[in-house]
Antibody, heavy 120, light 110 residues
């Protein structure tokens, strides 16, 4: 059973860059049938899909965040990462990593989530 | 403001049946399947129903899903106290090229 674990800074200052990493265990990050995704949950907007990456490194981002988001993958370390630039208080959220099926975009495994607060 | 619309809350007594609705548009529910997630307090969402009405292994058959046009529903029968959670619908959106979510429904078991 695949396990995912997020790690992040907890607190980021406004206008700076948020960076969060997800480590995949008990499963292969190289599986050809899945994408690896980031999702965030805020009190005001609920759940929001941020983007996804394939093992090849190809990415797709939510158009609402595309200008500020970069997702990368390190298959040797079994990790994928999220960078979100120019953050504001509106980016305060619990950030989840998840495995997404290629067909229908179903999130079948989730990490426990990491709270990132944007504040000076 | 979420792309899919859900009632913010629902409640019912133990043993009864409750339904939660989810409304979308032609670019999401109207042309793609619906997924439901259950989020227990303090935990990450968990896959509950996929492909409109399919339950992953381990999900009780008290949970069922349906879809018609641009709307979907989650039904929970024989309500139990442990069903008290937030429930989210989701669907692929062709204009986003990714999944979109409902705002969630907080279910209270009275």
């Amino acid at each position: 059973q695949v396990q995912l674990q997020e790690s992040g800074p907890g607190l980021v200052k406004p206008s700076q860059t948020l960076s969060v990493t997800c480590t995949v265990s008990r499963g292969s990050i190289n599986s050809g049938s899945y994408y690896w995704s980031w999702i965030r949950q805020t009190a005001g907007k609920g759940l929001e899909w941020i983007g996804r990456i394939y093992t090849s490194g190809s990415t797709i981002y939510n158009p609402s965040l595309k200008s500020r988001v970069t997702i990368s993958i390190d298959t040797a370390k079994k990790q994928f990462s999220l960078r979100l630039t120019s953050v504001t208080a509106a980016d305060t959220a619990v950030y989840y990593c998840a495995r997404m099926t290629m067909v229908r975009g179903i999130f079948d495994y989730w990490g426990q989530g990491t709270l990132v607060t944007v504040s000076s | 403001q979420s792309v899919l619309s859900q009632p913010p809350s629902a409640s019912e007594t133990p043993g009864q049946r409750v339904t939660i609705s989810c409304s979308g548009s032609n670019s999401n529910i109207g042309s793609n399947t619906v997924t439901w997630y259950q989020q227990l307090p303090g935990t990450a969402p968990k896959l509950l129903i996929h492909s409109n009405n399919q339950r992953p292994s381990g999900v009780p058959d008290r949970f069922s899903g349906s879809k018609s046009g641009t709307s979907a529903s989650l039904a929970i029968s024989g309500l139990q106290s442990e069903d008290e959670a937030d429930y989210y619908c989701a669907a692929w959106d062709d204009s986003v090229n990714g999944p979109v979510f409902g705002g969630g429904t907080k279910l209270t078991v009275l």
